[in-house]
């Protein structure tokens, strides 16, 4: 995708980061936050490490790690939305452990980390819409320590033909009406076409081969309509020069 479309991504979500929490809640009945939990365990963020939540919006999963982990560890929320920066800044301000956070607005294509530095990484509904997921996947390779994990928390196109048709009545007829009260209609719209072209849960597991990472894994939630993927780098990975 081009720039300019990097740029639309980016205005949608400073758009919606008012609400995107709550609509979150209601539309999935609350079930991301559980979603969210899978992603933080099959990522296993290290106490004493530096653990990063990519695409972290206004920071719903970056401080569940951060109560996860109790204040240890170093936890760094990353985004490209200013507003959704300065929610997730809010709302992390006066919680006992908001010294362990640490919050970075950059496009996750060209991550201000060093090679080799980070614990952990967690992503919720993030990979589906950067605008280069082989870049955005070599970027995790290349700041992840050797045998540290990545987990990624997205929307899942079902296999069958019946819960196809579900997930887009679901779009159709409860997303967008309930965004639509909002007056993000058009906001909310481009659910449908963004899981259309997200790679499949193989694809995914192909592209995060080809980026360096071992053992990927792709677990299908929600009956189906959300997907988890689990990445590791190699142990004893080595960089190219």
């Not at 950059?106 to 530095?117: G, H, K, M, N």
């Not at 790679?199 to 592209?207: A, M, R, S």
Request: net charge neutral; proline share 5%.
């Amino acid at each position: 995708m081009s720039s300019s479309s990097s740029a639309h991504v980016q205005a949608l979500f400073n758009r919606i980061a008012p609400v995107y929490d709550r609509l979150n809640g209601w539309l999935s009945l609350g079930q991301h936050r559980v979603w969210k939990q899978m992603a933080i365990r099959w990522a296993n963020p290290s106490p004493d490490g530096i653990n990063v939540d990519l695409c972290c919006g206004s920071g719903d999963l970056t401080l569940m790690m951060a109560r996860t982990l109790r204040g240890r560890g170093q936890i760094v929320g990353i985004d490209f939305s200013e507003r959704q920066l300065a929610i997730a800044r809010a709302r992390a301000a006066f919680l006992p452990w908001s010294d362990a956070l640490q919050w970075i607005e950059s496009d996750i294509l060209t991550l201000p980390l060093p090679d080799r530095s980070v614990d952990a990484i967690t992503m919720g509904y993030g990979l589906r819409n950067v605008t280069d997921i082989p870049t955005a996947l070599s970027e995790m390779y290349r700041v992840l320590k050797p045998g540290a994990r990545a987990a990624i928390l997205d929307f899942n196109r079902p296999t069958s033909d019946a819960m196809q048709q579900f997930q887009r009545w679901y779009l159709r007829q409860v997303v967008v009406p309930v965004a639509g009260f909002f007056a993000l209609t058009e906001e909310y719209a481009y659910l449908e076409a963004s899981i259309a072209r997200f790679p499949t849960g193989p694809e995914q597991i192909q592209l995060a081969a080809e980026a360096g990472f071992e053992n990927a894994k792709h677990y299908a939630i929600a009956a189906d309509t959300m997907g988890i993927l689990v990445v590791a780098k190699p142990s004893t990975a080595r960089e190219s020069t």
